[in-house]
């Protein structure tokens, strides 16, 4: 869906259909492609699916983080003279989804979020693989699903180009430290809006008793599983994810 991706001004960005504003936000090494089947079913049931290109690698060290982002996405949020948006996030896109609704609840009708950071994750290890190490890499890539397969070869690549480009290498971990600084644990119970959680099983990046913990912690949350799923379930089971999102997004009236 790349050739649909409209700019303006500092923002690019994928916006398939009409209705209630659906703003998916991706995580880290992740792209639009991820979300296409979200794309295409939520836009053929009345959602205006709006997916943001964060600008992970773009924005200097010191705005290479969730609050930065977070910015990012509330001034995009104005720049569309959007009301009351549906956030949808996966991994850093659902930290940043959270971080969002804490400072702008107003603008925020409902949350959901999948393999979210923001409490605990294991990202690729503590130190990343030695640069050039394909095989390695490759199986880093293929460990964050529960079926290796998923890892299409365009998945490895895109890793591994990062992970051997020093400027994109350096800001990944900057990132990641900063999702580690931005823990939410204190700032959940206070966060009122409707949240659904939908975690894989399976998932060893943020693993279930995340998903757990973020259900307790959040007020007005509702936790989903999906089985044999790792890390990023909209892409593992596309179906199984837009049938909880629905049948969830339908009981709010949302």
């Not at 979300?35 to 709006?50: C, E, L, P, R, W």
Request: hydrophobic share 35%; glycine share 8%; net charge neutral.
């Amino acid at each position: 869906m790349t050739d649909q991706l409209t700019t303006e001004g500092k923002y690019t960005y994928l916006e398939v259909g009409e209705g209630t504003p659906l703003l998916v936000l991706h995580g880290l090494m992740g792209g639009l492609s991820n979300f296409d089947g979200v794309t295409s079913h939520f836009s053929a049931k009345g959602y205006k699916v709006i997916v943001p290109i964060l600008p992970i690698y773009t924005k200097s060290l010191l705005k290479t983080n969730v609050k930065s982002f977070s910015k990012y996405v509330y001034e995009f949020i104005k720049f569309k003279k959007l009301d009351q948006v549906i956030l949808l996030g996966n991994s850093l896109g659902g930290h940043i989804g959270l971080y969002l609704t804490k400072l702008h609840p107003e603008c925020i009708k409902a949350l959901a979020i999948t393999g979210s950071s923001g409490l605990y994750e294991n990202s690729m290890g503590s130190s990343y693989p030695r640069r050039g190490d394909y095989e390695v890499i490759k199986k880093k890539a293929q460990d964050v699903f529960y079926d290796p397969e998923v890892a299409t070869k365009e998945i490895i690549d895109e890793v591994y180009e990062t992970i051997n480009d020093r400027n994109k290498l350096i800001k990944t971990l900057t990132i990641a430290k900063s999702a580690i600084r931005h823990n939410m644990g204190k700032e959940l119970p206070k966060m009122t809006t409707n949240t659904c959680i939908i975690w894989g099983k399976n998932d060893i990046v943020t693993p279930p008793e995340v998903a757990e913990e973020f259900h307790r912690l959040l007020p007005n949350s509702e936790l989903f599983w999906i089985d044999k799923c790792g890390h990023a379930a909209m892409m593992e089971h596309p179906e199984k994810f837009n049938q909880i999102l629905d049948a969830w997004l339908t009981k709010h009236n949302l």
